[in-house]
């Protein structure tokens, strides 16, 4: 049985087997979580994503986490919020079963997450949460190896509506 947490934290200090790049396709580092997370796990981050990129809205890859205490960091690109007509809740449940799957083939048992989307590509936090937590749900359902699954949230905001959204039966 997964266990699901939400968790108001910095995503690049957590205990965990890989943490979740909100991405830009280029896999370059950005601001927000992406910034963060290439500034704590040091420049060898932003090199090895080099080799990787570019990856498509929905797509997930890997590299190591250098200097972060996660093993990996896997680099989710969500799409930009154009509206809603552009396939943008597909995509961004792609990329949290994508994150899962990956995890689970390079042998984690633990993955956090931001709010992929929801901050400069502007995908409404409130529908994104409901999306989040349902996709990591049925992954983790169909990868029952996944021990922890955190919502690593910044702000209270994100946190509670992550925590209603786990709420909802499954």
Do not use: K
Not at 142 to 151: C, L, S, T
């Amino acid at each position: 049985m997964t266990l699901f947490q939400v968790l108001e934290a910095d995503i690049t200090t957590l205990e965990v087997d890989a943490v979740v790049n909100a991405a830009n396709a280029q896999l370059a580092p950005g601001g927000g979580v992406c910034g963060a997370i290439h500034r704590a796990a040091g420049p060898e981050l932003a090199a090895a994503c080099a080799a990787l990129g570019p990856c498509p809205a929905g797509g997930v890859r890997s590299t190591p986490g250098f200097r972060l205490p996660a093993r990996f960091v896997l680099h989710a690109v969500g799409p930009v919020w154009q509206g809603g007509a552009e396939r943008e809740d597909e995509l961004l449940a792609a990329c949290y079963r994508g994150a899962i799957e990956l995890a689970e083939e390079l042998g984690c048992r633990s993955i956090a997450f931001p709010a992929i989307s929801t901050g400069i590509y502007g995908f409404p936090p409130e529908r994104a949460a409901p999306i989040a937590v349902a996709a990591a749900r049925t992954a983790a359902h169909a990868h029952p190896d996944m021990d922890r699954i955190v919502f690593a949230c910044f702000g209270d905001a994100s946190a509670r509506l992550h925590r209603q959204a786990l709420e909802v039966p499954y």
